[in-house]
């Protein structure tokens, strides 16, 4: 008989076991579950109702964006000075940009112009490449903008470019890599992460007119 309710005290006890794990355990969550979460969360990203302006600048682009869109061409001089520690010239004494170069398909710069600071470049990955491989290259820009004083003696009676110093961003959104200094940084970028998320096959000069537009 004693063996008996021991017999019956382990059953018991493994039912027990079996009915608390099945209480803590969470249902695994499927893919579809799992992209509803995504969209809801990138339905959240929100815009700021802010008017910026912007001073006067060149507004530089790859070869086929700009005969496409009226815009100018960056020689690779200007372009290795703007995203390259050291220039340097291959065996036809041709300067050479940036290595990181080779991992973008187009690109859109609104170089910062005379003493202002402010400044909106918009890279595009080539489909073979991360986006985050081309990042360095545009937070080394960010990062010699920020360290040129020549932004701080220069600055205008409003104190301008002291307002935006500090506010420089480079930031991945899909395929593509900004990097944003303006009166509102923070609205620049989240014109870029919405644009991008309701128009995921836009183009470099799309994005670059919905970060940039006035109204």
Known sequence: MKKFVSIIMVLALMTAAVTLASCNEQPAESGTEAATKGAESASEITVPDATLHYVAADIYADKTTAEANGLKTADNASIS????????????FEVKIPED?????????????????????????????DPDSIKPMVEYRCNKQKNNNDFKLYDDDK????????????????????????ENTDVSIARAQKYVQDHPDCGVYELYKAIVTEE
């Open 81 to 92: 000075g703007w995203f390259k520690e050291t220039v340097e010239f291959d065996e036809n």
């Open 101 to 129: 170069f080779s991992c973008v398909d187009s690109y859109v710069l609104r170089i910062a112009q005379g003493q202002y600071i402010e400044e909106v470049d918009v890279f595009k990955a080539t489909a073979q490449s």
């Open 159 to 182: 104190g301008t470019n002291a307002k935006m110093m500090d506010t420089g961003k480079v930031v991945v959104i899909g395929n593509f890599v900004v990097y944003a200094v303006t």
